[in-house]
């Protein structure tokens, strides 16, 4: 009997999809020509981005680096790639890069800034990734006070002074609660500092200062522009809005009617003005509020009205995150019977401030592209400078490339931020 | 035995100011209340000090005096005989304009990308990325001046429009004059007559609203759907067009015409305001895209299943079902955008648009030396549109509330 068998013993080879059901056919049957409508979208939309392509491509490479004004940059384009040829002078940034980076800054001095930028990411790091041992955290509370030191230079003796205010209070704070309530400590926490700035820290700093003078070339401020003065205002603004935009939350939410009106009302009147009225009054207002005769200089005053605009909103961010946090936090931190500053401090703001970093993040973006409007009152920040190079009679006429690289620079800074607070929330969002 | 007794209620002490929670709450609040008012006094009376050492003590009445200075872009009277006052008022008008007319353009423009950003078409969708990211993360500031620029440096001057070989030409049908100077268009002449052609078209946009209420009852009633839209479209355009023509054409249209070194006649569109307009309409449109995206994501999958197993047809899910979920996530985040459009059209005087800023924040102050009176006045009016707009929100908000149980 012969082996007959109905059913294949070898199977039969594997056949090849179909053309128009595999690889890129499909895909793009799918993704870009599913129907009549989309396909003519596609098609549109194509043809767009050659239109675009092809007039901005061209004009970008046909460029020149090297030259030393406008005139020569264009002749170099015409020798390059034929007269008539339109193409980008990208010389003006290669000639100016330092000065929109630095500003005026004293080019021997360039390094200070440079130290001052690389530290920075060694104090925001530790507060950004859990991994890092906690103890870098201390050198994120000294940074703020040696970058000042650093950009603006002087004696070390100031900087030192203000820290030591601060360790004062801190003093203050446990000395007195042990003595008496920790209401009255926290009231001596405020005074004792602030009676120490005000009266006794200048005059100890001098004396120091001429006991062991440790000091580097001062800078001033008005030496200060481009990018470096950007970042700064923007880092400044942000780091001095938070822990301001935290008593501001705190008031906020608070249960005491008065505390609470002072609070609302400060934060609803930064937010309901523009910006550039807050820098008007940096400007031409300030000086009026102090005692007379006081003067400090623009950067600083446009530094302090952007930390108060920048606590307003700081202050909603966080207040977002203390009500992000599920009343269990509280009411467990009542039942071990913490005390409000205890389970504050212990319990709900290390939550509450985890919470918020994504959106202290968009606050950072948002306050790093309204340094721009500095410019307006006469600051030489990018677009300032930008006006600056063009009056010069080498580069007059250059538009596009100045706005296109700082268009670019800040496309890039806030861009990064964005994805990096993206990341962030969806790493938080796994908790529950 | 021993027994246990009540701690004796003592009278109050000093102490239980601090220690008890009862008084404690005042004790703090008048703790603030007393360094709130020193520090605010302390502010106010360095500036009384200054001021009146400098010979300016506070006083409001230079906004009565005449200004000297002109501002091209007005939706009411004024030249520079007028006063300060005036001035301002011109500002805040155009201020609100800008506002307005930005408002509604970053709508549309957000919402169409903020729709195509969800498009199953990937290029589509990924144009749709690259606009919202290129816009966001740049200043405003920025693209303001880059609009203004490209008005100035790209079109064309207003002579390259004289002889017969001539650069640039006018475009849609010889009606509208692009150039660097501004963007001239056909401005209305209203005839005898044209007012009966207005009232018409008032009454057939109430006629829409008639309709379409009588239109719901109707489908309420007996179930039968109209096509509204189509009937609408109808009621809007027929009426007030058979009136135009019965009358004899009322209204005719004023074409700018070049004359001398500028097009004169027609409605003459400043590049400043144009820009201004443009510029934040883009970047502000660049949020409410995002916002509309994430409103549209936060209606779950399961309600478009059950509304497609209710046998409802696409149109009709979104429009009855994902559309009013979807604005409750939606409203509110697009509100806060108007009001930093509102707030950022104070970047005007970038480009010289003569918003409240630049009058009264502007050339009324340098003029006049009032900085304190001047920013008093133009921060109380910025406050008054921020509050109107927050308390218009809170309105809303109370209004679509989810009930909850």
């Given at each position: 009997?012969?082996?007959?068998s109905?059913?294949?013993?070898?199977?039969?080879?594997?056949?090849?999809?179909?053309?128009?059901?595999?690889?890129?056919?499909?895909?793009?049957?799918?993704?870009?020509?599913?129907?009549?409508?989309?396909?003519?979208?596609?098609?549109?939309?194509?043809?767009?981005?050659?239109?675009?392509?092809?007039?901005?491509?061209?004009?970008?490479?046909?460029?020149?680096w090297?030259?030393?004004?406008?005139?020569?940059?264009?002749?170099?384009?015409?020798?390059?790639?034929?007269?008539?040829?339109?193409?980008?002078?990208?010389?003006?940034?290669?000639?100016?890069?330092?000065?929109?980076?630095?500003?005026?800054?004293?080019?021997?001095?360039?390094?200070?800034?440079?130290?001052?930028?690389?530290?920075?990411?060694?104090?925001?790091?530790?507060?950004?990734?859990?991994?890092?041992?906690r103890?870098?955290?201390?050198?994120?509370?000294?940074?703020?006070?040696?970058?000042?030191?650093?950009?603006?230079?002087?004696?070390?003796?100031?900087?030192?002074?203000?820290?030591?205010?601060?360790?004062?209070?801190?003093?203050a704070?446990?000395?007195?609660?042990k003595?008496?309530?920790?209401?009255?400590?926290?009231?001596?926490?405020?005074?004792?500092?602030?009676?120490?700035?005000?009266?006794?820290?200048?005059?100890?700093?001098?004396?120091?200062?001429?006991?062991?003078?440790?000091?580097?070339?001062?800078?001033s401020?008005?030496?200060?522009?481009?990018?470096?003065?950007?970042?700064?205002?923007?880092?400044?603004?942000?780091?001095?809005?938070?822990?301001?935009?935290?008593?501001?939350?705190?008031?906020?939410?608070?249960?005491?009617?008065?505390?609470?009106?002072?609070?609302?009302?400060?934060?609803?009147?930064?937010?309901?003005?523009p910006?550039?009225?807050?820098?008007?009054?940096?400007?031409?207002l300030?000086?009026?509020?102090m005692?007379p005769?006081?003067?400090?200089?623009?950067?600083?005053?446009?530094?302090?009205?952007?930390?108060?605009?920048?606590?307003?909103?700081?202050?909603?961010?966080?207040?977002?995150?203390?009500a992000?946090?599920?009343?269990?936090?509280?009411?467990?931190?009542?039942?071990?019977?913490?005390?409000?500053?205890?389970s504050?401090?212990?319990?709900?703001?290390?939550?509450?401030?985890?919470?918020?970093i994504?959106?202290?993040?968009?606050?950072?973006?948002?306050l790093?592209?309204?340094?721009?409007?500095?410019?307006?009152?006469?600051?030489?920040?990018?677009?300032?400078?930008?006006?600056?190079?063009?009056a010069?009679?080498?580069?007059?006429?250059?538009?596009?490339?100045?706005?296109?690289?700082?268009?670019?620079?800040?496309?890039?800074?806030?861009?990064?931020?964005s994805?990096?607070?993206?990341?962030?929330?969806?790493?938080?969002?796994?908790?529950? | 035995?021993s027994?246990?007794?009540?701690?004796?209620?003592?009278?109050?002490?000093?102490?239980?100011?601090?220690?008890?929670?009862?008084?404690?709450?005042?004790t703090?609040?008048?703790?603030?209340?007393?360094?709130?008012?020193?520090?605010?006094?302390?502010?106010?009376?360095?500036?009384?000090?200054?001021?009146?050492?400098?010979?300016?003590?506070?006083?409001?009445?230079?906004?009565?005096?005449?200004?000297?200075?002109?501002?091209?872009?007005?939706l009411?009277?004024?030249?520079?005989?007028?006063?300060?006052?005036?001035?301002?008022?011109?500002?805040?008008?155009?201020?609100?304009?800008?506002?307005?007319?930005?408002c509604?353009?970053?709508?549309?423009?957000?919402?169409?990308?903020?729709?195509?950003?969800?498009?199953?078409?990937?290029?589509?969708?990924?144009?749709?990325?690259?606009?919202?990211?290129?816009?966001?993360n740049?200043?405003?500031?920025?693209?303001?001046i880059?609009t203004?620029a490209?008005?100035?440096?790209?079109?064309?001057?207003?002579?390259?429009?004289?002889?017969?070989?001539?650069?640039?030409?006018?475009?849609l049908?010889?009606s509208?004059?692009?150039?660097?100077?501004?963007?001239?268009i056909?401005?209305?002449?209203?005839?005898?007559?044209?007012?009966?052609?207005?009232?018409?078209?008032?009454?057939?946009?109430?006629?829409?609203f008639?309709?379409?209420?009588?239109a719901?009852?109707?489908?309420?009633?007996?179930g039968?759907?109209?096509?509204?839209?189509?009937?609408?479209?109808?009621?809007?355009?027929?009426?007030?067009?058979?009136?135009?023509?019965?009358?004899?054409?009322?209204?005719?249209?004023?074409?700018?015409?070049?004359?001398?070194?500028?097009?004169?006649?027609?409605?003459?569109?400043?590049?400043?305001?144009?820009?201004?307009?443009?510029?934040?309409?883009?970047?502000?449109a660049?949020?409410?895209?995002?916002?509309?995206?994430?409103?549209?994501?936060?209606?779950?999958?399961?309600?478009?299943?059950?509304?497609?197993a209710?046998?409802?047809?696409?149109?009709?899910?979104?429009?009855?079902?994902?559309?009013?979920?979807?604005?409750?996530?939606?409203?509110?985040?697009?509100?806060?955008?108007?009001?930093?459009?509102?707030?950022?059209?104070?970047?005007?005087?970038?480009?010289?648009y003569?918003?409240?800023?630049?009058?009264?924040?502007?050339?009324?102050?340098?003029?006049?030396?009032?900085?304190?009176?001047s920013l008093?006045?133009?921060?109380?009016?910025?406050?008054?549109?921020?509050?109107?707009?927050?308390?218009?929100?809170?309105?809303?908000?109370?209004?679509?509330?989810l009930r909850?149980?």
């Amino acid at each position: 009997m012969s082996n007959v068998s109905y059913v294949r013993t070898v199977m039969l080879q594997e056949q090849a999809p179909p053309a128009s059901q595999a690889g890129i056919v499909k895909w793009l049957r799918e993704n870009m020509f599913s129907n009549i409508p989309n396909s003519i979208l596609s098609i549109a939309a194509l043809w767009a981005i050659y239109y675009v392509l092809n007039d901005v491509l061209p004009w970008a490479f046909q460029s020149s680096w090297n030259a030393k004004s406008l005139g020569e940059c264009r002749s170099v384009i015409a020798a390059a790639y034929g007269e008539g040829a339109s193409g980008a002078c990208w010389a003006v940034i290669n000639d100016r890069f330092l000065q929109l980076v630095f500003g005026f800054y004293p080019s021997e001095l360039y390094w200070r800034p440079i130290v001052a930028f690389v530290l920075m990411f060694a104090a925001i790091a530790p507060v950004l990734f859990d991994g890092l041992p906690r103890k870098m955290l201390r050198f994120t509370m000294i940074y703020p006070f040696f970058a000042f030191w650093l950009l603006w230079g002087g004696s070390l003796w100031v900087p030192l002074m203000i820290i030591a205010g601060f360790v004062l209070g801190y003093l203050a704070f446990g000395v007195v609660s042990k003595m008496a309530s920790s209401l009255v400590g926290m009231i001596a926490a405020v005074l004792v500092p602030i009676l120490w700035w005000l009266f006794l820290a200048g005059d100890v700093a001098t004396m120091l200062q001429s006991i062991i003078p440790l000091s580097i070339e001062a800078v001033s401020s008005s030496n200060f522009g481009g990018f470096m003065l950007s970042i700064t205002i923007g880092v400044i603004g942000i780091a001095l809005s938070l822990p301001i935009g935290i008593v501001l939350a705190l008031g906020r939410q608070s249960d005491l009617m008065i505390v609470k009106v002072i609070c609302v009302g400060f934060i609803e009147f930064i937010r309901g003005v523009p910006l550039i009225t807050l820098l008007f009054v940096a400007s031409t207002l300030l000086n009026y509020f102090m005692p007379p005769g006081t003067n400090f200089d623009l950067i600083l005053r446009v530094i302090i009205m952007v930390t108060l605009f920048a606590s307003a909103y700081m202050a909603e961010v966080i207040r977002g995150g203390l009500a992000a946090l599920p009343k269990g936090q509280y009411e467990g931190a009542d039942s071990l019977g913490l005390d409000f500053w205890q389970s504050t401090r212990l319990i709900i703001m290390p939550q509450a401030l985890k919470i918020s970093i994504p959106n202290i993040v968009s606050s950072f973006i948002g306050l790093f592209k309204d340094t721009t409007l500095v410019s307006i009152i006469g600051l030489l920040d990018p677009i300032g400078l930008s006006t600056n190079i063009r009056a010069n009679q080498e580069w007059n006429g250059v538009i596009w490339e100045l706005y296109g690289f700082i268009a670019l620079v800040f496309w890039v800074f806030c861009f990064s931020m964005s994805r990096y607070s993206m990341y962030l929330e969806r790493k938080l969002q796994t908790g529950h | 035995m021993s027994t246990i007794t009540d701690p004796e209620q003592g009278g109050f002490r000093i102490s239980m100011l601090l220690y008890d929670t009862r008084y404690r709450s005042i004790t703090i609040q008048i703790i603030a209340l007393i360094g709130f008012l020193l520090a605010l006094g302390w502010l106010i009376g360095n500036a009384a000090q200054n001021l009146a050492a400098l010979g300016k003590p506070l006083n409001f009445s230079f906004l009565g005096d005449t200004s000297g200075y002109d501002i091209n872009q007005r939706l009411i009277e004024y030249n520079s005989q007028m006063t300060h006052g005036r001035a301002a008022v011109v500002g805040l008008l155009n201020t609100l304009l800008v506002a307005v007319l930005g408002c509604i353009t970053a709508t549309v423009i957000g919402v169409i990308i903020g729709v195509l950003r969800l498009s199953k078409n990937w290029i589509i969708a990924k144009i749709m990325t690259v606009y919202i990211e290129t816009f966001r993360n740049v200043p405003v500031l920025l693209w303001i001046i880059m609009t203004m620029a490209i008005f100035i440096e790209v079109f064309p001057k207003p002579s390259d429009f004289r002889g017969a070989d001539a650069v640039a030409s006018m475009k849609l049908f010889e009606s509208v004059a692009v150039t660097n100077r501004g963007i001239f268009i056909p401005s209305p002449i209203f005839g005898s007559g044209s007012m009966a052609v207005i009232a018409v078209f008032i009454l057939s946009i109430v006629g829409i609203f008639v309709f379409g209420r009588w239109a719901h009852k109707r489908q309420d009633e007996t179930g039968q759907i109209l096509p509204t839209f189509w009937i609408k479209l109808a009621i809007f355009f027929v009426p007030s067009i058979i009136v135009f023509y019965v009358l004899g054409q009322p209204i005719s249209l004023e074409y700018p015409v070049l004359k001398g070194f500028n097009f004169k006649g027609g409605f003459h569109m400043r590049n400043s305001l144009i820009a201004l307009w443009f510029a934040l309409s883009l970047y502000t449109a660049a949020f409410i895209a995002e916002t509309v995206r994430s409103g549209i994501q936060a209606v779950s999958k399961g309600q478009t299943e059950a509304a497609a197993a209710l046998g409802l047809r696409p149109g009709r899910i979104t429009s009855l079902v994902v559309l009013p979920q979807a604005l409750r996530v939606i409203i509110p985040p697009m509100i806060s955008q108007y009001m930093n459009l509102t707030k950022n059209s104070s970047l005007a005087i970038a480009v010289g648009y003569m918003d409240i800023t630049g009058t009264l924040g502007g050339v009324t102050l340098n003029q006049t030396g009032r900085e304190m009176e001047s920013l008093m006045i133009l921060m109380a009016i910025y406050l008054t549109i921020s509050l109107t707009i927050s308390t218009v929100m809170n309105v809303y908000n109370e209004r679509v509330k989810l009930r909850e149980r």
